[in-house]
């Protein structure tokens, strides 16, 4: 019997046509990013506290289910606030039974590093797609610090997925650790590994990534400094930190914020403003991208909230053209290619998107599921090692996929983005299962449709 848990969903085929202009205002689910790793933190502090704004999608879910079972105290109240009552650091428990991760792998990775410097031993499973992943970016460092792994073989045969058994070390040894691939998640295990690990562990990344562990250790008092050098941007953190509780206000996703981006610049007519998404210049690359086809994005009322800056964008349809992509904005903008590759589906020429070796590595591997499910809907792609080249279609919609329906692969990002690309197409896009989406959107659906899109649930 597979210890692999089921896909989390039945599957949902969803079938998305165009239906004129999109308008309207919006507000996405808070940034995914940032609520995992406030839930974490939020269990490792010291007392109580109170986070609002909280993506509810079952990724993070997912994420607090694993802190209970390792003896944080985390509800939800009546107003849709979260409170946490923390453990401290060191103080996670035993979990009695493997830790469900369903579809997340920033779980999985941050958890190992929370549980590498704790003497306890935790089994990680997840569902097919996730189950499929390479994690040995994050073990093998970990391992360098103490932590033990026994792991389950891929489909070439090598190891390091899940199923996944680690045995962490107390005390674990701080290591310095230059990261071979730009990667926020491995950062981020390492540094919270060392939290709990008796003197300073350090990561040396050449090319910056998202800043989130770094920002909101801080705030929760630990003591961690980054420093610029000739080697790239050194992190080092002391160990045996004590965390204080916190209250914290979740900005929204940018991530989630890029398929309105999206579907408002290739729709004719459309203008869809999105309310407090987070603008951490480490997060903000499809923006970058986007405006360099073109795209009419304003940022509106520029705030702090909780060290992060959020605006609100105005983003009105606009013709793109075709742009070589930058390979320094992948770090930035990793998690929204899919939906890049959408707009740049709708531009004038052909966009080249070259240096995100990454994408092969995420809930699927994003580079030829989107070269697939693009080329059935009607774009001309060329599929590279590192990324496409899309001929785009200057504006005019797309075929659509007739009666056969896209693959989604398990994955939610496919599924949003190529839903995205049905908005503006002359017949139907179906993707077989968009069930997934329910793992960081779960309103996605809602408030397409709220914006004037028609999709539509397909019933057997």
Known sequence: ??????????????????????????TVPGDKSISHRALMFASLAV???????????????????????????????????????????????????ALDMGNSGTSTRLLMGLVASHAITATFVGDASLSKRPMARVTDPLARMGADFTTSPGPDGSGGRLPLTMRGLCPAVPITYTLPVASAQVKSAILLAGLNTPGITRVIEAVPTRDHTERMLRGF??????????????????????????????????????????????????????????????????VTALRMMGASIEERDPRDVGGETVADLRVRHAPLSAIEVPAALAPSMIYEYPVLFVAAAFAHGTTVARGAHELRVKESDRIAAMAAALGLAGVAVTEHEDGLSIEG????????????AVASLLDHRIAMSMAVAGMHSASPVRIDDAAPIATSYPAFVDTARALGATPQWVTA
């Open 47 to 97: 007392g109580t506290s109170r986070i609002r704004g909280l993506l509810e999608g079952e990724d993070v879910l997912a994420t607090a289910a694993a802190m209970r079972a390792m003896g944080a105290t985390i509800t939800r109240g009546d107003d849709g606030s979260w409170t946490v009552e923390g453990v401290g650091v060191g103080g996670l428990l035993q979990p009695e039974t």
């Open 221 to 286: 008092g630990a003591d961690l400094t980054v420093e610029e050098t000739a080697e790239g941007r050194v992190i080092a953190i002391a160990g045996e930190a004590e965390l204080a509780p916190q209250e914290i206000d979740v900005p929204g996703d940018p991530s989630s914020a890029g398929f309105w981006m999206v579907a408002a610049s290739i729709v004719p007519g459309s203008d869809v403003t999105i309310r407090n998404v987070l603008m951490n210049p480490t997060r903000t690359g499809l």
């Open 393 to 404: 279609r200057d504006g005019e919609p797309l075929p659509g996929t007739g009666d056969v």
């Open 1 to 26: 019997m597979s210890n692999v848990p089921a896909h989390s969903f039945a599957p949902r085929p969803l079938s998305v046509a165009a239906a004129g202009p999109l308008v309207g205002t919006v």
